[in-house]
């Protein structure tokens, strides 16, 4: 089985705990044996996957198989178009070169609930929700990129993984996957064009 999660802020990707403040997906209820495809920071949200079959864990985990990612991000500020193609084209992130990926503003801009316990924004700052889809996985690597380029994340929500969404998946909820949801993971959606600023 393949089980689909709307994993919420400040629950750990893992079953026992590690001394931290933070949750555990033991709060919720999951069918016995069943173990996380990859993971999510505690501080991100979003599409987390759940399985009990090694095979399907294997090849989604499998670096050369690169499947898309796509992840929307709350930044500071509003990145220009020399921000954009910093990210696309790779930046530096723990002494090596992220990948090429795809970035841009989304627009309109998503109209997403607040998180508990809410983002520190600062009101003289302005914010902007950008799309983020990369093939890779590093650690926080998305928030490290953004970084880079002088835009820090101030909140991150997985919403894709292949070509399945995590749609209208209620946050903190759980479902298992039809057989043709399981084929959409190793299927990525149309590609962006290049990016521009307020591309859609």
């Not at 996380?36 to 095979?55: N, T, V, Y």
């Not at 998180?115 to 902007?128: M, Q, Y």
């Not at 909820?173 to 990016?195: A, C, K």
Request: aromatic share 6%.
């Amino acid at each position: 089985m393949v089980l689909a999660f709307h994993k919420p802020y400040g629950v750990l990707s893992q079953f026992t705990p590690d001394g931290s403040i933070n949750r555990t997906l033991a709060d919720y209820s999951f069918p016995p044996y069943v173990y996380p495809i990859g993971r999510l920071d505690a501080d991100s949200e979003g599409l987390l996957l759940l399985s009990d079959e090694a095979r399907i864990t294997s090849m989604l985990l499998r670096p050369e198989a690169r499947h898309e990612k796509e992840y929307w991000v709350q930044v500071e500020r509003i990145p220009n178009q020399e921000a954009l193609d910093k990210l696309e084209k790779g930046v530096a992130v723990g002494g090596a070169t992220t990948l090429p990926c795809r970035a841009r503003i989304l627009i309109p801009q998503p109209k997403i609930q607040s998180r508990n316990p809410p983002v520190r924004a600062r009101k003289s700052v302005l914010d902007c929700w950008l799309s983020i889809i990369v093939v890779e996985g590093r650690n926080r690597q998305v928030r490290r990129m953004t970084a880079a380029v002088g835009h820090p994340t101030l909140r991150l929500i997985r919403q894709r993984i292949g070509g399945l969404w995590l749609a209208d998946l209620q946050l903190g909820i759980w479902r298992e996957l039809s057989e043709g949801e399981r084929n959409d993971l190793f299927r990525s959606s149309v590609p962006l064009r290049r990016n521009s600023v307020g591309a859609t």
